[in-house]
């Protein structure tokens, strides 16, 4: 059986200056210096990205981007290549977050641009989908991943998702406080495994990190880390608090 390594992700959103970022940091590294068999990220604001790799260097967390563009450079008013990316310390980038796909009309094709372009650069793609509450509602749960993973994984072939993450995110369940119980979220991760095995390869879908995300907090952690297929948990508000965080990642203790 392969071991998957677990990852506790930080996804700050629209919160922290760089001041800010760094005071967390501070607070946070020597708590969780000792964990040796998780992997730890946060993904802060653009702006905070080049001080906080300044005080991660040397840490055992790893930094990441909110997003990116699929372009090299050119004409794009406020967007981010990848170049910028890894030139301010980042490893990994979260794509194809439900907050985008809602509020600045990110489609499918536009993520699957993306996911192709990060990894093509070596950067970790932590690729979201989930479905909403009123298509659970309506059965639909399924159908929805699997077109939003086709899509989004259009034309890569699996040398390119080596290294990706998959975030399983419930739309209705992200900072409403309402988590998807420990046996929904297996039962969405056991889906997305098996769709890797069927179009991928059995290796790539058994060694695939699977997140979940959508309020999880220091009191939920232990349950959903327990289930099989999660691999790891992509944190929002619980991720914005040095202590919090912290428990989260060490969650086995
Ligand atoms: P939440 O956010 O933990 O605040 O629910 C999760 C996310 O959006 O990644």
């Not at 058994?206 to 999880?216: A, C, K």
């Amino acid at each position: 059986m392969t071991v998957r390594r677990p990852l506790i992700a930080g996804n700050w959103k629209m919160h922290k200056t760089g001041e800010e970022a760094v005071d967390f940091v501070n607070a946070l590294k020597e708590t969780v210096a000792d964990v040796t068999d998780v992997d730890i990220m946060i993904a802060p604001a653009f702006t905070a990205l080049t001080q906080l790799s300044a005080v991660l260097n040397g840490t055992n967390i790893g930094l990441g981007a909110q997003n990116l563009h699929w372009e090299a450079q050119g004409a794009y008013t406020g967007e981010i290549s990848t170049a910028m990316l890894q030139s301010a310390g980042c490893q990994y980038v979260i794509i194809g977050h439900s907050e985008r796909r809602q509020y600045f009309g990110e489609t499918d094709q536009d993520i699957n641009r993306k996911i192709d372009t990060a990894s093509k650069a070596d950067l970790i793609p932590v690729f979201c989908i989930g479905e909403t509450e009123s298509q659970r509602d309506a059965g639909e749960t399924f159908n929805i991943l699997d077109k939003q993973i086709k899509n989004g994984l259009e034309g890569l072939l699996s040398e390119n998702l080596k290294s990706l993450v998959v975030a399983y995110e419930p739309v209705w369940a992200i900072g409403t406080g309402k988590t998807a119980t420990k046996e929904q979220a297996q039962e969405a991760h056991a889906f997305i495994r098996e769709w890797f095995a069927k179009n991928y390869e059995a290796e790539l879908a058994q060694g695939l990190r699977i997140l979940y995300g959508g309020s999880v907090k220091p009191s939920n952690v232990k349950d959903l880390m327990a289930m099989e297929d999660i691999d790891g948990a992509l944190v929002g508000g619980a991720s914005l608090d040095p202590q919090s965080f912290s428990q989260l990642v060490n969650f086995k203790q």
